[in-house]
């Protein structure tokens, strides 16, 4: 296992549409991370999960933004009725139980909404 | 809201020199991690910090934590273009059974001339 994987590393889409990315988590991992991050800031929190389960929400993930991840493996984070400001890098990152604070990120994928 | 100040905010030095780039902040952390982040890419995990006093080197970077947890120092020696990128200092919490979801620092921009 090389890390984690995210898909796709660009998207750019029109104010309005709805997007989906989705992220890997390195295998043995069960904590899965979503984080989003704007020009010139550091990752802001949006979402984690533990296996399948969403445990904590921040208050930047309004009720256009979910989150999955069905089978504890994969998640996926969906937005809906895209703005431009949510014109950002979304980070997922995974880490093992017991060791949340060893979080490795993924590549990120860069959303333009025009 | 627990917020992490980076400083400096941009750093351009030429290769060779030394450096020391400050991570602080009002709250007590109970680790800290150091990423180093490239254009378009994640961060990448460098180092964490867990105990107060703390040192850790990773060739020619020395972290630090401080005494109190509340603040963090990386110091490069002899730097080269390689140690080029953005450095974000990164803070974990725990509470009532949090995942320990990281707050990022704005990080330091350095930039190192050949």
């Known amino acids: 296992d090389t890390g984690v994987s995210q898909d796709p590393r660009h998207k750019i889409t029109k104010r309005g549409q709805n997007v989906t990315f989705r992220c890997d988590p390195i295998?043995?991992?069960?904590?899965l991370y979503w984080y989003r991050q704007t020009l010139g800031q550091g990752p802001e929190f949006l979402t984690y999960f533990q296996n399948e389960a969403q445990l904590e929400k921040s208050r930047l993930l309004s009720d256009r933004f979910s989150a999955e991840r069905p089978k504890g493996s994969f998640s996926t984070l969906e937005i809906q009725r895209t703005e431009q400001g949510d014109s950002a890098m979304y980070l997922c990152?995974?880490?093992?139980?017991?060791?949340?604070?060893?979080?490795?990120f993924g590549p990120g994928t860069r959303l333009t909404v025009t | 809201t627990q917020l992490l100040e980076q400083s400096p905010q941009f750093l351009s030095i030429q290769e060779g020199e030394n450096l020391t780039v400050y991570c602080n902040s009002s709250s007590v952390f109970s680790s800290l991690q150091w990423y180093r982040q490239e254009p378009g890419e994640g961060p990448v995990l460098l180092v964490t910090v867990v105990t107060g006093g703390e040192v850790k080197k990773l060739k020619r970077l020395t972290f630090q934590f401080g005494d109190a947890r509340k603040d963090s120092s990386l110091h490069i020696t002899a730097a080269q273009p390689g140690d080029t990128g953005l450095y974000l200092c990164?803070?974990?919490?725990?509470?009532?059974?949090?995942?320990?979801?990281?707050?990022f620092g704005s990080g330091t921009q350095l930039t190192v001339l050949p």
């Open positions: 990164a803070g974990a919490t725990v509470s009532s059974g949090s995942a320990r979801q990281l707050t």
């Open positions: 295998s043995e991992h069960n904590r």
């Open positions: 990152a995974s880490s093992q139980s017991g060791r949340g604070y060893e979080q490795y």
